[in-house]
């Protein structure tokens, strides 16, 4: 079964651990990630979905390597994400970088967010999450059923994986309607400085210069 009814939804691959050694990626990748919860500090990341932007999902599950959670074994998976010639194409980057940096050590570079790109470009209106996005500008309806299902379980539900799938699988396409809109609207600019800052925001965030923000007047 599929969660996701489109062109684009195609074959899923679920990885133990890390990827595949003889697995390469060129150009671009969709990244996501699903994790126990919203809190880098206590959440473990479960799951690290991976598209090339062909109609394919590589599923990467990890384990903790270490019995207090920490620390995964997985090189594979961390030469892709940390490749400075692989862009990453996500939806709310902020999040995912900074869970990836977090949990794997590395830095996840150069990065593209379709979020930040809708918020650009899409002044309109307030509503920039990846399904409106995906309904908006592709007119495919993406399920988020499995959003908070139990990620940290060690045999992943057939409506979980395909969950997880359907949150890279159309991130190419959006990301090339939103590019085409930063053009239009010349938010180029302003958009690549804010992806070459996000490794920075991550790690801010993450020693807890997020609330309050360190760029709020607040406090
Ligand atoms: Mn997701």
Redesign the pocket.
Known sequence: MSAAQGPCAGAITLHKNDLPDHMRFTGSIAV???TMGLNPHRDRLC?V?ISSGDGTAHLVQLIPSSLDGQGYDCPNLKRVLADPSITKIM?YARF?VRILQHALGITVSPVVCTKIAARLVRTFTDRHG?AALCRDLLGVDLSKQQ?SSDWGARELKPEQLA??A???LYLHDLWHKLSTLLDRENRRDIAQACYDFLPTRARLDMLGYDDPDIFSHRA
Do not use: G, R
Request: glycine share 0%.
């Open positions: 996501d990630t699903e799951l979905q939806h995912d990846l959003q969950y997880a359907s949150d890279v």
